[in-house]
């Protein structure tokens, strides 16, 4: 049922929901980043595979802090092999951290989504589709 759909978390400050973002050193760790997927979704990394797919750097207007900045995106595709019951679910909170799966379609229709994250849909779905 989620095979097309990507897992996205509400960020209270933003007022949006995004994809998950990790800051990471220059030299890409995966186990990191299976490791903070494991605790933020409360599975076993055993069941989290991951993969590096590409870098850019994009800038952006950030709205919290009024300027422009330039962002290193490195994207990474998560897959997940086994779903808690609470994931199963379209929409759930873990950790009061509210999460959503999304087919890129409907983040597109997000007019929010759009505006404040248009730049990493779109290098979202040209690297994964």
């Known amino acids: 049922d989620f095979a097309n759909r990507f897992l996205l978390y509400y960020d209270n400050a933003w007022k949006c929901w995004f994809f998950f973002s990790f800051h990471t050193e220059e030299y890409q ?29 994009q800038p952006k207007y950030s709205e919290r802090d009024h300027q422009n900045k330039v962002y290193q995106h490195s994207l990474y595709q998560g897959v997940v ?27 597109e229709a997000d007019s929010n989504i759009m505006k404040k994250n248009a730049d990493v849909i779109s290098f979202v779905k040209e690297k994964i589709g």
């Open 29 to 57: 760790n995966e186990e990191q980043l299976i490791q903070r997927l494991s605790n933020s979704l409360k599975i076993e990394k055993d069941y989290i595979k991951i993969r590096y797919i590409s870098d850019r750097l």
């Open 81 to 107: 092999n086994q779903f808690s019951d609470e994931m199963k679910q379209l929409e759930f909170t873990i950790d009061g951290v509210r999460y959503k799966w999304f087919t890129i379609s409907e983040m």
